[in-house]
T-cell receptor, first 110, second 115 residues
Framework: AQRVTQPEKLLSVFKGAPVELKCNYSYSGSPELFWYVQYSRQRLQLLLRHISRESIKGFTADLNKGETSFHLKKPFAQEEDSAMYYC????????????FGQGTRLTINP | EAGVAQSPRYKIIEKRQSVAFWCNPI?????LYWYQQILGQGPKLLIQFQNNGVVDDSQLPKDRFSAERLKGVDSTLKIQPAKLEDSAVYLCASSGQDGQSYEQYFGPGTRLTVT
């Protein structure tokens, strides 16, 4: 069964501090992992995907198949990073459904 | 380009009533998804269409939920009769092949409250 776990519902850090949002998954094949973000009063949007291996808005995420994790990291948090973050998994190539974690609400304190 | 459109944005109904939601995907996107997001949880797929055919409806409560995409463009999701536990945000998303990318683009959602 496909499952995504985000252990922290809430995460609060100070501006300029490092931030890490945890994501663990279970999937028997080779999944594709994503981070989606929802800013206040905006729609859900893709932040980054593991196959791109790129940094978006200073965020990076590395797929660790041994630990079945896909943690999202940023070395220096900014106030505009405050949002709801969802880790999601799909079954691989092609148009596949997404399985989402429950989400982590990140608050950056000034 | 215009994004995914949904209507209505908000709906309040009493239990046992019926309700319908409408979604217009991004032009040219063959795949359309309906997700249900209950407060405090991540979105959960209800049904996925490829053009006008159903790809996955394994988590759709078929005794009360139905969905269609007759011409492979717009889609409607219906609940009849509604239960209190159907209170949620209903998200529509669409995707189309852009190289190897099948990024899903989400609409603003319809917030349903069942009283």
């Amino acid at each position: 069964a496909q499952r995504v776990t985000q252990p922290e519902k809430l995460l609060s850090v100070f501006k300029g501090a490092p931030v890490e949002l945890k994501c663990n998954y279970s999937y028997s094949g080779s999944p594709e992992l994503f981070w989606y973000v929802q800013y206040s009063r905006q729609r859900l949007q893709l932040l980054l995907r593991h196959i791109s291996r790129e940094s978006i808005k200073g965020f990076t995420a590395d797929l660790n198949k041994g630990e079945t994790s896909f943690h999202l990291k940023k070395p220096f948090a900014q106030e505009e990073d405050s949002a709801m973050y969802y880790c999601a998994l799909s079954g691989g190539q092609g148009a596949q459904k997404l399985v989402f974690g429950q989400g982590t609400r990140l608050t950056i304190n000034p | 380009e215009a994004g995914v459109a949904q209507s209505p944005r908000y709906k309040i109904i009493e239990k046992r009533q019926s309700v319908a939601f409408w979604c217009n995907p991004i032009s040219g996107h063959a795949t359309l998804y309906w997700y249900q997001q209950i407060l405090g949880q991540g979105p959960k797929l209800l049904i996925q269409f490829q053009n006008n055919g159903v790809v996955d409806d394994s988590q759709l409560p078929k005794d009360r939920f139905s969905a269609e995409r007759l011409k492979g463009v717009d889609s409607t999701l219906k609940i009849q009769p509604a239960k209190l536990e159907d209170s949620a945000v209903y998200l529509c998303a669409s995707s189309g092949q852009d190289g190897q990318s099948y990024e899903q683009y989400f609409g603003p959602g319809t917030r349903l409250t069942v009283t």
